[in-house]
């Protein structure tokens, strides 16, 4: 059966059910039907965040399909809850562009899926749009003072940094010219757009602690310079509390349930190869303010997502993972040993003796922040025994904890063995959180550490327009921010085309633009677009509904 199949046949459990399993008074829910509802901000108990455990699951370096690391989360914490730990997985939103695009949707697979699907993979409670809606606003308050006389900030068309967003992969509106056709249409000008979860304002929304964060935040936005070379921010445009207004509710994290009735949040939608990849510090908090254990993850590989989860959200928001859970599958260790993607279904032990190096770099990253790694095997239906074994066996050698994982055919009770695994390694541990780098670092000193600790690189090398920002960053006063660097989920290099475990190569830093209100910086890596295009074959075309609403094509 299709996941949209297996999800349909389940009766779900009111959200007032879900919600008593974590103590949340019934009056205290904004419902949004009878299965999806938004908690209050007065949930976080700050003690109760020190108290719980904070399970991160990450991968290795993916196939273009992933490696199921949404579906692992679901069904490790499914796991966890079956062995008697108080679970919550707290989860990004999905993105439109993915789900029409090349991945279909993010909720999961099989019998280790959050609920209802059809809706959360879709407009869900409207967070996305309202991120839209919060970012675009900006920017036509930019565009309406190029024009004011009145009022006009003598901003400098030529130097402004702040693009428009949408929900879609749509390569055509990377680079446009807009206000053409007159003088009544504004002021001609280069400018594009990015993917909404590319925005700052997204950025924002997941660090934000309160209304009050959110809203200093988005005054810090950087929009860009005057005539006279002044820097303009989003609150000289007295723009931030027209946008908080906006994001009113879509601060709230929203509480569904996994396949198997337990409690699941779900807010934010950041991707982790060109935005930060974590879900809110707000949804993060909620989880470990009302169960033991959270189980959350971040975006494709510890070179990405992990990375900026620890990084940028931990240091952000004084969070500290206790495991990491990375997440393999057999065939993306035979992609990473040569192995075509067409024959990747077939066995072959050679091309997972030569692509083991991949995740044996990811293993070691967990080290680089003292944190100890359980390796979390991802079975698929084509898996045979001898490379499931071979794979145990190769981490067992390294001393890395490792076990089979099938969360897709069996759910929670295909991850009993993995939640028993992940348990006892927290409850054994003496391992302490820490940061890569601290962000007192030099600008320069954080991109390197990152490029040659996580990546492996030799160097880092900048381009003419990456080191004019470092300048600007420097003038800004913002050689404090963190980094969140923009590369490909493809390869541990800039290079998507080299896999396995590279050395000896080089970053390429091209560009570098700035999130003040977000306090970090995106350095542009290779050929990386923050605004993606369709495949050849978009899942779109899969999609469909009938006279009666039901839905087919996502998976």
Not at 331 to 355: P, T
Not at 477 to 497: F, W
């Amino acid at each position: 059966m299709t996941d949209i199949e297996i999800a349909r046949q389940i009766k779900l459990r009111h959200i007032n059910d879900i919600a008593a399993q974590l103590n949340i008074p019934v009056e205290l829910l904004m419902h949004f039907g009878k299965y999806k509802a938004k908690l209050p901000l007065h949930l976080i108990d700050e003690e109760k965040v020190k108290k719980s455990n904070l399970v991160l699951v990450t991968a290795m370096s993916p196939t273009p399909a992933g490696e199921g690391k949404t579906t692992v989360s679901i069904g490790l914490s499914q796991g966890l809850n079956r062995i008697g730990k108080k679970t919550c997985v707290v989860l990004r939103e999905p993105s439109l562009g993915p789900v029409f695009g090349i991945k279909g949707g993010a909720t999961g697979g099989g019998y280790s899926q959050v609920l209802p699907m059809e809706d959360i993979n879709l407009h869900f409670t409207g967070d996305i749009h309202a991120v839209e809606r919060a970012h675009n606003l900006l920017a036509a308050l930019i565009d309406n003072n190029l024009q004011s006389k009145k009022r006009s900030l003598n901003l400098d068309p030529r130097q402004i940094y702040f693009k428009r967003v949408m929900d879609m992969n749509d390569r055509s509106l990377r680079k446009i010219v807009i206000g053409m056709g007159g003088t009544g249409n504004g002021i001609p000008r280069e400018t594009g757009f990015d993917i909404t979860v590319a925005s700052e304002v997204m950025a924002i929304l997941c660090l934000s602690k309160s209304i009050k964060d959110l809203k200093e935040r988005l005054g810090n936005i950087f929009v860009g310079y005057t005539m006279d070379q002044q820097p303009i921010y989003a609150r000289d445009l007295k723009a931030q509390g027209a946008m908080a207004t906006l994001l009113k509710d879509a601060i709230l994290p929203n509480l569904v349930q996994t396949l198997e009735g337990y409690p699941a949040i779900i807010h934010g939608g950041p991707f982790a190869n060109i935005a930060q990849g974590t879900n809110t510090v707000i949804a993060t908090k909620t989880g470990l303010s009302l169960a033991d254990w959270v189980v959350t993850e971040a975006g494709f590989g510890s070179d990405l997502g992990a990375e900026k989860f620890m990084d940028i959200k931990c240091q952000s928001a004084g969070l500290a993972p206790k495991v990491i859970v990375i997440v393999a599958t057999i065939r993306a260790i035979k992609y990473h040993g040569g192995c075509d993607i067409k024959d990747i279904k077939e066995e072959n032990l050679s091309a997972l003796e030569k692509g083991f190096v991949n995740l044996e770099k990811h293993i070691e990253n967990a080290s680089l922040y003292g944190l100890p790694a359980v390796v979390a095997i991802n079975k698929f239906a084509t898996d045979t025994e001898a490379e499931l074994n071979y794979v145990e066996s190769r981490c067992a050698s390294i001393g890395a904890e490792a076990c089979v994982a099938n969360v897709w055919g069996e759910g929670g009770a295909g991850a009993e063995k993995l939640a028993t695994l992940v348990a006892e390694t927290v409850e054994n541990s003496s391992h302490v959180f820490k940061p890569l780098y601290p962000w007192s670092m030099p600008m320069k000193g954080k991109i390197e550490t990152i490029a040659t600790k996580v990546y492996g690189a030799a160097k880092v090398e900048y381009g003419a327009q990456a080191q004019l920002q470092l300048r600007r960053i420097s003038k800004l006063g913002l050689d404090g921010a963190a980094v969140c660097i923009a590369k490909t989920q493809k390869s541990l290099s800039d290079n998507p085309d080299i896999i396995g475990r590279p050395s000896g190569f080089t970053i390429h830093v091209r560009d570098i633009e700035i999130a003040a209100g977000a306090n970090f910086v995106v350095p542009i890596t290779g050929d990386m677009m923050r605004m993606p295009g369709l495949p050849d074959v978009p899942s779109s075309e899969a999609i469909d509904i009938d006279d009666e609403g039901n839905i087919s094509g996502l998976f």
